[in-house]
């Protein structure tokens, strides 16, 4: 299973039974408290439910009914509610991913061993036993007890319980591939595997913590909105007690008693808060994370992912991420007179046995060209001549025929030693093949060279695309590779990226992030490797690959279940949407705050100023009605925003500018009308039952 949620918050019944009663728990000063603008309504509806009380028995408060303050207090317990219920069922969709991997989450027997070389020897122990350098050693069918290397042998591994991926994978000591977590399986073979993590310490205990929130810190741009919510509301505090003292002096001046009640002003004061998104605020923050988790990538902080909305330099590694990973063949090209038939021949020849992705891709191409097939190793009693570091070759013998294919340099040499000629013209096309960014095999028969073969890194399907999209968001990609500069110029050009790094070297990698931060830069990047981890822990978004080393995971702030380095642009996305969907509710709160003042305050001061009537354009039947129909309202819109505090509001691939535009266009202008239409038809509703 992997950690994604329901696609419905909203619509799956436990979810929204869960937060209902954790709507009412959080009603807990406590809780309240850490949300400083719906604390202020917390405070305001046990301000106003004290008065209603106070009310039946007498005291009335400057004149207005029993019933007008009750259903204030009302409205503004079911405000504070609604906004413990947006943050619950926000929170709702980590426990619902918490829930379901704890149920991937077993205590299972591991075999001990004392040693690599005693391996035959173990002791059964609780998985939970198990300490940071142990041991174990894990055979076909068991689950691997923990996080940790592989040190020793090397299987197919089922982690579809964590990636939700069902095609096993290969883990094997050594290299970029020796990481494992632990709640997978072993499907083959067998591997020894030291444990990385203290007891609760697993990967899976770090994500079922993450997920559930718990551990969930607020971002600097979180903090810093909060700030200016807070300061808005001491202004409007100020506001509303300047209201009431001019209220109480132009009373006292006009000679006649205070129309204007403390309920009133509370309720007031409620309107104009930012409370809107002071509401959502929270939910936002966790929806953000939330999604992150479906894509299945675990944020280690909020931080990050709201780094990941600024990244201005996107850094990709060029294997797996802008290619396929594989170079596949494309091309046969004849020297020598030899035909290209003749040469697809004992190019497929050479490759039958040969299983990597570049054998068998010549194998395929020789069937789709020259109709070559159905041909075996015992057809003609061959012999295959395995490929090796020392030899930079591989081939195959038959009755006293020889087919070699490799590494340019490698087969002049085996021609050459036999008194054979490597001709200018296989240098040439050699050469043509290596300035495009491709890699030439050169196919030998019997000591004369018969061509070459064009193996060429294949770009992924839409990523060039994907480049462009990227860069009309004002983020630079750069390609990171080992290749030479011309090979990364070539693939870099094909790829539509903006810039390379050729010949990357960690130092390199490392030195190239900090310039780009020294100029005001924020960096993103990718990696596996413990030489990707000086890089990743500099740079401001590192996401690391879940199949790559420890070293990596723990450098970045980031790690990606699916191990797929293409998962960075998903990552910016999501950065950006959580900001975008932040900027666009609260541009629509404040306009909204800004809308309900001037939609009350000419009908609630009318009384005291007959000529501010004219002002009352919405033509709201009452004070009282007005303050009712604004402070519903109030309510209700919160609701009615948590599904795009929840899912974000729609990306959009455009410039900050344009942005703004948008945001003032669509969610201020929105903010602005939605209340003058939707607290008129509140009041024509509260005339038409009677409450006006």
Same mark, same amino acid.
């Given at each position: 299973m992997s950690i994604t949620a329901p696609?419905?918050?909203?619509?799956?019944?436990?979810?929204?039974?869960r937060a209902i009663k954790d709507s009412f728990a959080k009603l807990d000063p406590r809780v309240q408290i850490e949300n400083p603008v719906m604390f202020l309504v917390w405070v305001s509806a046990i301000l106003t439910t004290m008065l209603a009380i106070v009310s039946f028995a007498g005291i009335q408060d400057a004149g207005v009914s029993s019933g007008y303050i009750t259903a204030i207090a009302v409205i503004l317990w079911f405000t504070v509610l609604f906004a413990n219920f947006a943050e619950a069922i926000a929170e709702g969709r980590g426990k619902a991913q918490a829930d379901s991997l704890r149920a991937a989450k077993k205590d299972v027997e591991a075999h001990k061993i004392d040693s690599i070389e005693s391996r035959d020897h173990f002791t059964v122990v609780p998985g939970t036993s198990l300490t940071r350098g142990?041991?174990?050693? /894990?055979?076909? $069918?068991?689950?691997?007890?923990?996080?940790?290397? #592989? @040190?020793?042998?090397?299987?197919?591994?089922? !982690? +579809?319980?964590?990636?939700?991926?069902?095609?096993?994978?290969?883990?094997?000591?050594?290299?970029?591939?020796?990481? /494992?977590?632990? $709640?997978?399986?072993?499907?083959?073979?067998?591997? #020894? @595997?030291?444990?990385?993590?203290?007891?609760? !310490? +697993?990967?899976?205990d770090k994500m079922i913590a993450m997920v559930e929130g718990a551990a969930r810190k607020k971002t600097p741009n979180e903090i810093a909105l909060e700030i200016f919510l807070v300061a808005l509301t001491i202004i409007f505090i100020l506001v509303t007690m300047s209201l009431y003292c001019y209220s109480v002096f132009s009373s006292e001046l006009n000679g006649i008693a205070n129309p204007t009640s403390i309920t009133t002003l509370v309720a007031l004061l409620v309107c104009l808060a930012p409370t809107t998104i002071g509401a959502l605020l929270s939910a936002i923050g966790i929806a953000g994370m939330s999604r992150l988790n479906q894509a299945n990538v675990l944020a280690m902080s909020g931080r990050a992912i709201e780094a990941a909305g600024d990244v201005d330099i996107l850094m990709l590694d060029k294997t797996g991420t802008i290619t396929l990973g594989n170079r596949q063949a494309s091309e046969f090209i004849p020297v020598d007179g030899t035909t290209p038939e003749e040469l697809a021949d004992a190019a497929q020849l050479s490759s039958l046995a040969d299983e990597t992705p570049e054998g068998r891709s010549i194998v395929v191409l020789a069937k789709e060209q020259f109709g070559l097939r159905g041909r075996t190793l015992e057809d003609k009693h061959m012999t295959f001549v395995p490929f090796t570091a020392s030899t930079r070759m591989s081939g195959v013998d038959y009755d006293g025929v020889e087919i070699r294919k490799g590494a340019a340099d490698s087969v002049r040499a085996?021609?050459?030693?036999?008194?054979?000629?490597?001709?200018?013209?296989?240098?040439?096309?050699?050469?043509?093949?290596?300035?495009?960014?491709?890699?030439?095999?050169?196919?030998?028969?019997?000591?004369?060279?018969?061509?070459?073969?064009?193996?060429?890194?294949?770009?992924?399907?839409g990523v060039k695309e994907k480049f462009a999209d990227l860069?009309?968001?004002?983020?630079?990609?750069i390609m990171v590779t080992g290749d030479n500069p011309l090979t990364a110029a070539a693939i870099a050009a094909e790829a539509g990226v903006d810039d390379?790094?050729?010949?990357?070297?960690?130092?390199?990698?490392?030195a190239k992030i900090r310039q780009f931060q020294a100029e005001g830069h924020l960096v993103a990047m990718t990696g596996d490797g413990t030489n990707d981890?000086?890089?990743?822990?500099?740079?401001?978004?590192?996401?690391?690959?879940?199949?790559?080393?420890?070293?990596?995971?723990?450098?970045?702030?980031?790690?990606?279940?699916?191990?797929?380095?293409?998962?960075?642009?998903?990552?910016?996305?999501?950065?950006?949407?959580?900001?975008?969907?932040?900027?666009?509710?609260?541009?629509?709160?404040?306009?909204?705050?800004?809308?309900?003042?001037?939609?009350?305050?000419?009908?609630?001061?009318?009384?005291?100023?007959?000529?501010?009537?004219?002002?009352?354009?919405?033509?709201?039947?009452?004070?009282?009605?007005?303050?009712?129909?604004a402070i519903i309202y109030n309510a209700l819109v919160i609701v009615a925003l948590i599904p795009a505090a929840l899912k974000g509001v729609k990306y959009r691939e455009v410039s900050s500018g344009q942005l703004l535009t948008h945001n003032l266009l669509v969610w201020g202008l929105g903010g602005l009308v939605a209340p003058f239409v939707f607290i008129k038809l509140i009041d024509l509703l509260l005339v038409m039952v009677g409450l006006a």
């Open positions: 696609k419905s918050a909203l619509a799956d019944k436990a979810m929204v039974t142990d041991l174990v050693i /894990v055979r076909a $069918g068991e689950q691997i007890p923990g996080n940790g290397d #592989v @040190v020793e042998g090397a299987a197919s591994v089922d !982690e +579809s319980a964590i990636t939700g991926e069902s095609a096993p994978v290969v883990r094997e000591a050594g290299g970029d591939r020796s990481a /494992v977590t632990g $709640g997978t399986t072993v499907l083959s073979d067998w591997i #020894v @595997v030291q444990i990385s993590s203290e007891p609760g !310490e +697993s990967f899976l085996w021609v050459e030693s036999a008194g054979g000629v490597y001709s200018d013209a296989c240098s040439v096309v050699v050469d043509n093949i290596a300035k495009r960014g491709g890699t030439p095999l050169v196919v030998a028969k019997n000591h004369k060279v018969l061509g070459v073969i064009y193996l060429k890194d294949i770009i992924k399907q860069r009309r968001m004002g983020i630079k990609t390379f790094l050729a010949e990357a070297t960690p130092e390199g990698k490392l981890a000086p890089a990743l822990a500099q740079a401001d978004v590192a996401v690391a690959m879940n199949t790559g080393t420890q070293a990596a995971k723990e450098a970045g702030n980031m790690v990606d279940l699916d191990s797929s380095p293409t998962k960075l642009i998903e990552v910016v996305r999501i950065g950006k949407q959580l900001l975008m969907t932040r900027g666009s509710l609260t541009t629509f709160s404040v306009a909204n705050d800004v809308a309900k003042y001037f939609a009350i305050i000419p009908a609630l001061f009318a009384p005291i100023y007959p000529g501010l009537a004219a002002l009352n354009i919405l033509g709201l039947a009452t004070p009282q009605s007005a303050v009712l129909s």
